[in-house]
């Protein structure tokens, strides 16, 4: 198992600029991919932004060019480093593992996701 704590949430104006940082505990050798999500009251979760182990990203259309994604693989981190954030930001956002299986002779896809409890994001006018 992986465990997620995410840190780093809370009141920003419009225009200001947030770091979230997520730490990952337990199960690190099967952590494939890691990113954040976001969820606002009565909507669906949705993929903000993911990074390979390899560093390849890909973020959601609305956030391109305001966040950044990066993670430390040593220290089992991924962090979102948000800038120019708006009203619409201002949501919870939730730190994302995916994990692969040890077959024995290496690992291999088929592992299990993972979720942060989430960190509130404010953005006041």
């Known amino acids: 198992q992986v465990q997620l704590v995410e840190s780093g949430g809370g009141l920003v104006q419009a225009g200001g600029s947030l770091r979230l940082s997520c730490v990952a505990s337990?199960?690190?050798?099967?952590?494939?991919?890691m990113g954040w999500y976001r969820q606002a009251p009565g909507k669906q979760r949705e993929l903000v932004a993911r990074?390979?182990?390899?560093?390849?990203?890909n973020y959601a259309d609305s956030v391109k060019g305001r966040f950044a994604i990066s993670r430390d693989n040593a220290k089992n981190t991924v962090d979102l480093q948000m800038n120019s954030l708006k009203h619409e930001d201002k949501v919870v956002y939730y730190c994302?593992?995916?994990?692969?299986?040890?077959?024995?002779?290496?690992?291999?896809?088929?592992?299990?996701?993972?979720w942060g409890k989430g960190t509130q994001v404010t953005v006041s006018s």
């Open positions: 994302w593992v995916e994990t692969e299986l040890d077959s024995g002779m290496g690992y291999v896809a088929g592992g299990m996701d993972y």
């Open positions: 337990g199960d690190i050798f099967s952590i494939n991919n």
């Open positions: 990074i390979t182990t390899a560093g390849n990203t």
